[in-house]
């Protein structure tokens, strides 16, 4: 009887880390999550990432019953919107934001009158903003001269957990895509940029291949987290581009719509033009010289996020002790409501300000979840329409992530889009992707698309209901107007950066 082969993913996410491990067939073996004690959008100290990580993966091998030696390979994710400034031997020298930090509001207005916006563009295919690495970097030069006189290297979240399972510096394009450093038509760091600002491009950690294998397991490193000496660990890659590859969203013209967790949007293409509206950036793809426009915070997790620590804390405490996922609980709430939430409505924050809208006697619980799940559709709508104004085609639509768990949410998408939406049901997305590169890598598939084909899991597709989709055409124009003025008409979050124009 042939022994077991197992994939360790592991996605460092903006308020946890999501681990699970993989059998060679795409059944999952073990799961978890481990927060990190801080609320979206606070500092945080980057040695919490791996602390996280090394009890994290102790625990997940007790609960799956799982010898270390047994784990094949690791891959790791991460938002692509965070970095740790570390010195020369990889120790992290400050706390950092995942995500939109506002303290950097100022460096971003600064880098983009610096390199100028069209300059910045047509360099990086980026805009400004205050997830972007660069505009924390100039922060981090202005205000602290201690760390930044230290600096060694500027890794992405996940590489961040590389250095410290390996003591290799790498990273992907896609990560790399999202910093405004970074060429993504040549898939190298823009020299030009970085000397501009006086940033050393020694600094920053080579490019590989996802499916490469970066270095192995230290024996330090292994006494610390319980994996077994010399242990692979491959390239992996950024938070969207590995819940595409846990979606099997690889062909071009393949969308896939992350519903819960940080909310990306990612279309393939064979080249992808820049979106004027600033809805979508392009980035590199998993495959080489294949370009993606990818959002994030569109369908994200926070408004539900809040609804269960505040109106709903008692109903997901419950779930939780009856060993139900809180998620159940959410979508048995929106089902009992109408489409178009009699009129309530969520603005996600990744488009603007965000929040709840027409609030009045008579909306309930119920409410605000289906105003969630319609926000994050909706805005979704938006992105996707974006990319097809740039000459994009999409021909598939995928739904995954935590959201993806139940069918109601991914119905909503589909009649919102007025499409058939497939359902890819994977616990912790981005970790179950990039451990599903990690097979190519050690051999327990011969390509990454025979890992995919073997280890992917999708139903569906669900069809768009004709009534509930002719009221969500309906409402769109209503939806766009008041996103419009709550972003007074400047450019969301979401960046831009270009692979190929």
Aim: charged share 20%.
């Amino acid at each position: 009887m042939a022994t077991p082969a197992y994939l360790l993913g592991i996605d460092v996410g903006r308020t946890g880390l999501g681990l699970v491990v993989l059998d060679g067939n795409g059944a999952v073996a073990a799961s978890s999550r481990r927060a990190f004690g801080q609320a979206a959008g606070e500092p945080i100290d980057p040695q919490d990432w791996w602390r996280a990580a090394r009890t994290g993966i102790k625990e997940l091998l007790r609960k799956g019953g799982l010898d270390p030696d047994l784990i094949r390979a690791v891959g790791v994710s991460g938002d692509s919107h965070a970095f740790a400034a570390c010195d020369k031997d990889g120790r992290s020298l400050c706390a950092t934001v995942l995500g939109a930090d506002p303290r950097v509001e100022e460096s971003a207005a600064e880098l983009a009158r610096v390199i100028g916006p069209r300059n910045l563009a047509n360099i990086s295919g980026g805009i400004a903003s205050t997830s972007s690495t660069t505009a924390k970097l100039m922060w981090l030069k202005a205000n602290e001269k201690r760390v930044w006189h230290d600096l060694g290297w500027v890794l992405p979240a996940k590489d961040f957990l590389r250095f410290r399972l390996t003591g290799v510096a790498a990273t992907d394009a896609c990560d790399a895509s999202a910093t405004l450093l970074f060429n993504p038509k040549a898939r190298a760091w823009s020299k030009q940029v970085a000397q501009t600002l006086g940033i050393d491009v020694g600094w920053l950690p080579p490019i590989v291949a996802a499916t490469a294998m970066t270095g192995r397991i230290t024996d330090a490193a292994a006494k610390e987290c319980g994996l077994a000496p010399g242990t692979p660990v491959i390239g992996g890659a950024g938070h969207a581009a590995a819940v595409a590859v846990a979606a099997g969203a690889m062909a071009v013209g393949t969308a896939v719509v992350e519903l819960g967790a940080v909310g990306a949007v990612m279309i393939a293409a064979t080249e992808a033009s820049r979106d004027v509206s600033g809805r979508l950036r392009v980035s590199c793809h998993i495959a080489p010289g294949r370009a993606a426009h990818e959002a994030v915070g569109i369908a994200g997790a926070e408004g539900l996020d809040w609804l269960m620590e505040t109106v709903l804390a008692s109903e997901a405490a419950q779930a939780r002790r009856n060993q139900r996922d809180p998620q159940e609980i959410l979508s048995e709430l929106a089902s009992e409501i109408a489409p178009g939430a009699d009129g309530c409505l969520y603005v996600p924050a990744g488009r603007s300000l965000g929040g709840f809208l027409g609030l009045r006697p008579g909306i309930g619980r119920g409410h605000l979840v289906r105003a969630a799940y319609e926000g994050g559709a909706l805005a979704a709508r938006d992105v996707l329409d974006a990319a097809t104004a740039t000459g994009t085609t999409i021909d598939r639509v995928i739904a995954a992530g935590p959201g993806a768990s139940g069918n109601l949410w991914p119905q909503i998408l589909a009649d919102v889009l007025d499409r058939a939406v497939d359902v890819a049901p994977v616990a912790e997305a981005a970790a179950a992707g990039v451990a599903i590169l990690a097979a190519p890598a050690v051999g327990v598939h011969k390509s990454l698309d025979a890992a995919i084909q073997a280890m992917v899991r999708r139903h569906g597709p669900l069809q768009p209901r004709k009534a509930a989709a002719s009221g969500y055409t309906a409402l769109i124009p209503r939806h766009r107007r008041i996103v419009s003025g709550i972003a007074g008409d400047a450019l969301p979050v979401a960046e831009v950066s270009e692979a190929s124009t």
